[in-house]
């Protein structure tokens, strides 16, 4: 089998809607896995809340960041303790659970709300809440006004709300970047319509191009 086959069989095997960095799925593509870990970087963020953690894949990577990084700090929650794998529990075993830790709860309880709330406030910002859970766009709508403006006139000082399966129609999200290998449909779960009360004044769309081959939607608000 020559080379170029081989390489087209890799190509036709990377659906695109999961990656396995550490040998745990991620529900991402490696490209939207880099664009979060820039996100991360060049925001300086110091807390990331994903909500609907499931296998642990993204977990897994953000709790190893935790351990390099004494500044970031990592929360996850979710539903079905069930299906998060043993791995990343003998991971959080090991780190401070003051750095990461998953708690198992329903996102839409008030109780799950105060814990995602005093982390924020005990980490400081800036945060990045990823909403990946069962409900994205009501996760948008009752975790947005935990997202702490950006102070006036100054960008990206405030915390960053990001949402995956997001799909407007006309994007067109590629798998590994440059790889030629597209999704083979995005799972849409969030459409303009779920996201247009962020569009005006007090939010705006953060790092657009970067997410342009991404199925991530990304708002700061705007201070006063
Ligand atoms: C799309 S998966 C998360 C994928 C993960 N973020 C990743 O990157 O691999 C969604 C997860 O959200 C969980 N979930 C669904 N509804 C939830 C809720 N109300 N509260 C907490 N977790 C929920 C599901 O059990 C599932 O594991």
Not at 182 to 188: H, N, Q, S
Request: net charge negative.
């Amino acid at each position: 089998m020559g080379v170029d086959r081989l390489i087209g069989l890799e190509r036709n095997l990377l659906t695109g809607t999961e990656d396995i960095p550490f040998g745990l799925k991620v529900g991402h593509t490696w490209h939207e896995i880099g664009v979060i870990f820039h996100v991360v970087e060049a925001f300086g963020i110091r807390g990331f809340v994903e909500l609907g953690v499931h296998e642990g894949g993204l977990a897994a990577l953000m709790v190893a960041r935790t351990f390099y990084r004494h500044d970031f700090h990592y929360l996850g929650v979710e539903l079905d303790a069930g299906v998060v794998r043993t791995e990343l529990k003998d991971m959080l075993a090991v780190a401070n659970p003051q750095a990461a830790q998953v708690i198992y709860g329903d996102v839409f309880s008030d109780s799950v709300k105060q814990d995602v709330q005093a982390f924020m406030a005990r980490v400081g910002r800036q945060c990045l809440l990823y909403c990946d859970d069962g409900d994205k766009p009501r996760e948008l709508r009752e975790y947005a006004p935990l997202i702490r403006p950006n102070d006036s006139g100054i960008k990206t000082t405030g915390d960053i709300l990001m949402v995956h399966d997001f799909w407007d129609g006309q994007r067109e999200p590629q798998d590994l970047f440059g790889y030629g290998s597209t999704l083979d449909f995005p799972r849409a779960e969030v459409l303009p319509a779920d996201v247009k009360q962020f569009a005006p004044m007090a939010w705006s769309k953060a790092v657009p191009s970067w997410l342009a081959e991404t199925r991530i939607a990304a708002y700061f608000r705007e201070g006063g």
